[in-house]
């Protein structure tokens, strides 16, 4: 078996191989049920991009006339005109389509992109298949960010193999090996590093590159040593008497495909990805390319003019099909649109890729003025960088809405409390506090719901500081404040929580009062952050009761006033984005305030929700000696929870977190927390 054809022969079946790419990354995003694991066919553009580019290094190489400048000239060819392209009409789409906030994270985006750095970027923000992933037009990025970090430094790296006369193949597959071996050993432990990260996916582009070398280098030895490892009888197939083909590219093109085909279906995005998981349709790749063009699978079915065509046009189509579904998601309320919306935009993906490939990519990738072209391009993606970052800088361009508009974007943006508060340190653990001239001190302890009461406190302290408690914050974002919780990957910092805070207590003589707070709802019902959801009136319900109840007690024993604070009201309808709506019809001020949401939620609505749960919260504490503070009471009427309030500002920042400004100066229900203890 050997590749039949030298690199610089054009094969058919590779661009098939790269119709199965894209055709399945596309299937994966437009229709999530029908292709688990068709986001590995991005690792199939990794296998035929080493594949290709190392055959031409190594070529040059060999020939003696490598220049660097030429192979960085012919990648701003191929890879800038259509990248240009799209980053711009995504830019342009978003000055009309996306809030400020949504604007603001695109224009990092766009500059990370046109850096090609974009898989860092994107890997301290969520991971690919979270539901926040979903909403960001550039996400796809990523890919591209690798394969050019790879491009930057492996020609410098053969270069220098070949100036000290070390075998290339040997040096490939020692990085291959240890590229893989990081994957392995970190994929479990670090999963978001181990997807988004070069040192963890290169060994995918390097497969590509040892099978580039071997065709180079060593076809003559494979050959010699397939025919020693197999009888000549098993090699060839007779017909008549003469021999017909070698069966074995046929097996290897069967098994390349079927391995291949397999692994887009049974990879689930739950797979620790890429592990050993990758090696799967990497292999099936990889035995594809080994098979050779005239191996029935690659003469047949890669090599079909269908196939072909969408593999000529891969590349600029994998860049426009994720911006128009991110977009269609946007527009769809942040959900997966309809089908006949997901088809619309796969078909216009299609249809757009055509014409930047025909009118804007091939134009500038073939012909004459190359140094014009390549300073034209460097200057174009500079100038689209810039752009990003100065959106980015500029906070999305608020300025494009009017102020009924901004006010909404305003509310959303307000920054979380946390975030400004000090940092102090008491004997290794990490509080934020904030001191009044008053002895006494009150310790918040739980999660982003109990630190949004951080404003009002500096309130009361500003105003009165000799009659205001001292505060501090023991807070765990996205953490239960129950012991004996298993968190998921991302909630391991929840480890301790409770415990640091009850040291805090403890060791600080001052502390007089303690205020136990958050949104309880949302991990009973939701499971928020948790490996399990907590099922209602179940063994685990009650045992978490238990531990709330003791919790609380330990303090009383104590002799500290105890404060339990139930939920505030969540809901997507007190969204301040919620309130608005996008359509198309009103472009270009296609964001407006929809005066249809504007009425919060109905207060039955959340009484029966909510009840059960808040009344054997609210039973266990006073049990356990506790005060219970009730939110509600103090932010709903009897028919309604708002979600304005009466100047027809937006009360909360999202749907799970009072407005800091409103917290500021209307949530005085939290006010006994730090003044009631002075009538103790």
Not at 150 to 175: D, E, G, Q, S, T
Not at 420 to 434: G, L, P
Not at 516 to 534: H, P, R, S, V
Request: glycine share 8%; with cysteine.
């Amino acid at each position: 078996m050997t590749i039949a054809s030298q690199h610089h022969t054009y094969r058919a079946d590779i661009d098939g191989l790269r119709a199965i790419a894209v055709l399945s990354v596309i299937l994966f995003h437009a229709f999530p049920g029908w292709l688990h694991g068709g986001f590995a066919g991005v690792d199939v553009f990794f296998v035929i991009s080493g594949f290709l580019i190392s055959g031409i290094i190594l070529q040059e190489l060999r020939q003696g006339n490598l220049r660097f400048s030429g192979f960085y000239a012919r990648r701003i060819r191929r890879i800038f005109p259509a990248l240009i392209t799209v980053l711009t009409a995504v830019c342009a789409a978003g000055w009309f389509l996306l809030t400020p906030d949504e604007y603001e994270q695109l224009g990092k985006h766009i500059a990370a992109g046109a850096g090609f750095v974009g898989n860092f970027t994107l890997c301290g923000e969520a991971g690919y298949f979270d539901s926040a992933a979903e909403l960001k037009p550039l996400l796809h990025l990523w890919s591209l960010a690798i394969e050019e970090q790879f491009y930057l430094v492996y020609p410098f790296m053969l270069w220098i193999v070949y100036r000290v006369k070390f075998n290339p193949l040997a040096a490939i597959v020692l990085l291959f090996l240890l590229s893989f071996g990081i994957n392995i050993a970190q994929v479990t432990a670090h999963p978001e590093t181990t997807f988004f990260y070069p040192h963890t996916r290169f060994w995918e582009l390097w497969v590509g590159a040892i099978l580039a070398s071997i065709n180079l280098f060593y076809r003559e030895k494979a050959r010699f040593y397939l025919n020693k490892l197999f009888p000549a009888g098993l090699l060839r197939l007779k017909r008549g008497g003469k021999c017909n083909s070698s069966i074995l590219p046929f097996l290897a093109g069967v098994t390349g495909i079927a391995l291949l085909l397999s692994s887009l279906l049974v990879i689930h995005r739950t797979s620790p990805f890429p592990g050993w998981w990758a090696f799967m349709p990497i292999a099936g790749t990889s035995l594809l390319i080994l098979a050779g063009p005239q191996s029935w699978v690659n003469r047949n079915i890669l090599s079909n003019k269908l196939m072909v065509f969408v593999g000529v046009i891969s590349y600029p189509l994998y860049l426009w099909h994720w911006p128009l579904l991110a977009f269609a998601r946007i527009f769809n309320n942040n959900n997966l649109p309809p089908r006949n919306i997901r088809i619309a935009c796969v078909l216009a993906g299609f249809l757009l890729a055509w014409l930047t490939l025909r009118y804007i990519e091939n134009p500038i990738r073939f012909g004459t003025r190359t140094r014009v072209k390549i300073i034209s391009l460097s200057g174009a993606m500079a100038l689209i960088a810039c752009a990003g970052l100065c959106i980015y800088k500029q906070n999305g361009l608020e300025w494009r809405f009017d102020d009924k508009v901004a006010q909404f974007f305003q509310a959303a943006r307000e920054r979380e409390p946390i975030n400004e508060m000090k940092r102090i340190q008491f004997h290794n653990i990490e509080y934020a506090s904030i001191k009044s001239k008053r002895s006494g001190t009150t310790i918040f302890i739980g999660d982003s719901n109990a630190a949004q009461y951080y404003p009002r406190i500096d309130e009361l302290i500003q105003k009165s500081a000799d009659k205001t408690n001292s505060a501090i914050f023991k807070i765990g974002l996205g953490c239960f404040p129950v012991s004996g919780i298993t968190y998921d990957s991302k909630r391991q910092h929840c480890y301790g929580l409770l415990e640091e805070g009850f040291k805090l207590v403890e060791g600080i003589p001052d502390v007089e009062s303690v205020v136990l707070a958050a949104q309880w709802n949302g991990y009973f019902q939701e499971g928020f952050g948790l490996q399990k959801t907590i099922e209602y009136n179940s063994k685990d319900y009650e045992n978490i009761l238990n531990s709330i109840s003791e919790y609380l007690a330990s303090f009383v024993a104590m002799n500290k006033k105890v404060y339990l604070v139930l939920n505030i009201p969540i809901g997507e309808e007190l969204d301040p984005k919620y309130m608005l709506q996008r359509d198309i019809k009103n472009f270009p001020y296609v964001i407006q305030v929809n005066s249809r949401k504007l009425h919060g939620i109905p207060r039955a609505k959340l009484d029966t929700a909510y009840g059960p749960i808040q009344a054997d919260l609210e039973r266990i504490a006073r049990k356990a000696g506790a005060v219970v503070i009730k939110p509600m009471d103090f932010l709903c009427s009897r028919d309604t929870c708002p979600s304005l309030d009466a100047n027809d500002r937006p009360i909360y920042r999202n749907n799970t977190h009072l407005r800091p400004s409103f917290v500021r100066s209307k949530a005085s229900f939290i006010d006994q927390t730090v003044l009631g203890s002075l009538d103790r």
